[in-house]
């Protein structure tokens, strides 16, 4: 064991091998395969039923339409007919979602998406995201907390999906320019409650 220790210090000393003793590029490439597309499992399942163990492999909830329970749990996913379980509502607090798996997001039933302290959502996930037909109808609410690679440029984006009626935002230390974010939501989305707790 000791010999195994001297080794593998050694090799953390070299510049050239210094990625392999980070851990931050281990669990980035682990979520970026938790992350990863499966087209032909969309094709076999339906997009409902891939987007929710995409969604819980990454740490997210889901609950499905005229349901109140939360799954939460990738091993206890409903079984049944494939058109059965609609996603209605993500909640992705701390989870690991990233833009590469945004590909499962053309759903049709989503009201509402809860992203908080996800530490990959970043502005091109909101820009992938307001550009799914599909929630451009059927979003109502959208809640971003402590999501720290969020700017006004991703929230901006937003405005695409039309029958969004509630936007809370907090604790986003990327958003520059709150009076702009106001001006152009009421403008695109007059309807629109949009709630901000930034500094």
Same mark, same amino acid.
């Given at each position: 064991?000791?010999?195994?220790?001297?080794?593998?210090?050694? /090799?953390?000393?070299?510049?050239?091998?210094? +990625?392999?003793c980070? #851990?931050?590029?281990? +669990?980035?490439?682990?979520?970026a395969v938790?992350?990863?597309?499966?087209? @032909?499992?969309?094709r076999?399942?339906?997009?409902?039923r891939?987007a929710s163990? +995409?969604?819980?492999?990454?740490?997210?909830?889901v609950?499905y *339409?005229?349901? @109140?329970? +939360? *799954?939460r749990?990738?091993?206890? $996913?409903?079984?049944? !007919?494939?058109?059965?379980?609609? =996603? *209605?509502?993500?909640?992705a607090?701390?989870?690991?979602?990233?833009?590469i798996g945004?590909?499962?997001m053309?759903?049709?039933?989503?009201e509402?998406?809860?992203?908080?302290?996800?530490?990959?959502?970043?502005?091109?996930?909101?820009?992938? $995201? #307001? *550009?799914? @037909?599909?929630?451009?109808k059927?979003?109502? @609410?959208?809640?971003?907390?402590?999501?720290?690679?969020?700017?006004?440029?991703? =929230?901006?984006?937003?405005?695409?999906?039309?029958?969004?009626k509630? $936007?809370l935002? #907090?604790?986003?230390?990327?958003?520059r320019e709150?009076?702009n974010?106001?001006?152009?939501?009421k403008?695109? /989305? !007059?309807? /629109?409650?949009?709630?901000?707790? $930034?500094?």
């Open positions: 064991m000791l010999l195994f220790g001297k080794i593998s210090q050694q /090799l953390c000393d070299l510049k050239k091998l210094q +990625w392999l980070d #851990s931050r590029y281990f +669990w980035s490439w682990l979520n938790f992350n990863k597309v499966d087209y @032909e499992r969309i076999d399942v339906g997009p409902d891939a163990e +995409w969604l819980l492999r990454c740490g997210a909830m609950r *339409q005229g349901q @109140e329970k +939360w *799954q749990d990738y091993n206890s $996913l409903p079984t049944g !007919p494939l058109d059965k379980y609609k =996603i *209605q509502v993500i909640d607090t701390d989870s690991c979602i990233m833009g945004f590909d499962h053309g759903l049709k039933h989503v509402k998406i809860r992203f908080c302290k996800c530490n990959y959502i970043e502005d091109d996930c909101l820009k992938r $995201l #307001s *550009q799914f @037909e599909n929630l451009q059927s979003m109502l @609410e959208m809640e971003i907390i402590s999501c720290g690679n969020v700017t006004d440029k991703g =929230i901006i984006a937003l405005h695409h999906l039309r029958n969004l509630y $936007l935002l #907090s604790d986003l230390p990327g958003i709150k009076e974010l106001v001006k152009a939501f403008t695109t /989305l !007059p309807a /629109l409650e949009l709630k901000l707790e $930034l500094k």
